[in-house]
């Protein structure tokens, strides 16, 4: 759903780059919140696993495809306010490296597959979790529904903004109906994988899952045949154990890069939701060449190199490689800009000399 250059006119994204701004600006409080010493470096290999499954366009119907918008996934596993910068990070990065998604329009993709999919998603997410038992397959279900609705709302919401911005007079109705529709149908796939994906955390490291937070199971121990709850002592080297997460981070990283540097060779090269969407109801008639088109990774590919297989892989490849370093570079800095808002508040001040 990378709106392109050209498909909304300049007051309305410059007014969707001041939401998108403020969104962030937000966001960067209030991931200081959210971020510790071992969810920051996660944070940037989620940015990574997004940019790496995003580039696995999956068929839908008629001839359109679909790929992960990333935003739910993000909100669950880090967090709503650190969800939004993943996915912010991961539409620059596109954006400046690969053009995709215009620069222009940056603000209206942000907003629109940044916030709004964190924002329903994890307003769902937490709304079924207040209603179901507090165990980790509800935080799955609830990351699956969470994730299906949060796309057809983002569709919702850029036929709302083209209504107001578009460059092209077309029935918006029909936009709306073709959007909506076509988009609850990759809802399915991005819910599929959003909920495969929280899963396999969970059942390796709930702890690491900020939706999940508070609904770790105590060590059990089978005895006699039946399972009961392990001593404090027996439970306390396993949760030492849980400290760390360079395992989690290695796995998690190889596997965004396989997905990025082999996998993306055999997703579909069927136009996505927006792209059929637009070709169908002419919304592209005067869509802009990117101001990146001449990058040497323009298109997901490593310019002069002729062989299609070898050019995407190594284009996903650097890409998976640009957004961890970057993402990981942003997150620490928040995190320490907390270290030191910590250190800061608990210092105590100097009482002042009293004179005579």
Not at 305 to 314: E, M, N, P, Y
Request: with cysteine; charged share 15%; aromatic share 6%.
């Amino acid at each position: 759903m990378h709106v392109p250059d050209g498909f909304i006119n300049a007051p309305v994204s410059v007014a969707a780059g001041v939401v998108a701004a403020a969104a962030v600006a937000v966001s960067l409080r209030g991931a200081r919140r959210e971020l510790d010493e071992r969810t920051a470096p996660l944070a940037g290999l989620v940015a990574a696993f997004i940019f790496a499954v995003q580039m696995l366009n999956f068929p839908v119907a008629a001839g359109t495809s679909g790929h992960l918008l990333g935003g739910a996934l993000a909100a669950i596993l880090v967090g709503p306010y650190t969800g939004v910068l993943c996915v912010s990070v991961v539409l620059l990065m596109q954006g400046i490296l690969f053009a995709d998604g215009g620069l222009t329009a940056l603000g209206v993709n942000v907003t629109v597959m940044g916030v709004v999919t964190v924002v329903v998603a994890y307003a769902i997410f937490r709304g079924l979790l207040g209603l179901l038992p507090p165990t980790r397959r509800s935080v799955t279900a609830a990351a699956f529904t969470g994730a299906l609705l949060s796309v057809p709302a983002a569709a919702a919401v850029f036929t709302l903004v083209y209504a107001v911005g578009g460059t092209t007079d077309v029935p918006i109705g029909k936009v709306f109906t073709a959007m909506v529709g076509v988009h609850v149908l990759i809802g399915i796939g991005e819910a599929a994988i959003t909920a495969a994906t929280v899963g396999a955390v969970i059942a390796v490291r709930p702890d690491l899952v900020h939706g999940a937070r508070g609904l770790a199971s105590p060590l059990k121990l089978r005895v006699g045949g039946e399972l009961v709850d392990a001593p404090a002592a027996a439970a306390e080297p396993a949760a030492a154990g849980a400290g760390s997460t360079k395992k989690v981070w290695v796995t998690g990283l190889v596997t965004a890069l396989v997905l990025a540097g082999f996998v993306s060779f055999y997703a579909s090269a069927n136009p996505d939701g927006l792209e059929k969407v637009a070709a169908d109801k002419g919304i592209d008639a005067k869509v802009e060449e990117h101001a990146a088109a001449n990058s040497p990774l323009a298109d997901y590919g490593v310019k002069d190199v002729d062989d299609a297989r070898l050019s995407g892989g190594l284009a996903g490849v650097i890409g998976v490689g640009v957004t961890v370093v970057a993402g990981t570079g942003i997150f620490w800095a928040v995190r320490r800009r907390r270290t030191e808002d910590l250190t800061a508040t608990s210092t105590p001040t100097a009482p002042s000399a009293s004179a005579g």
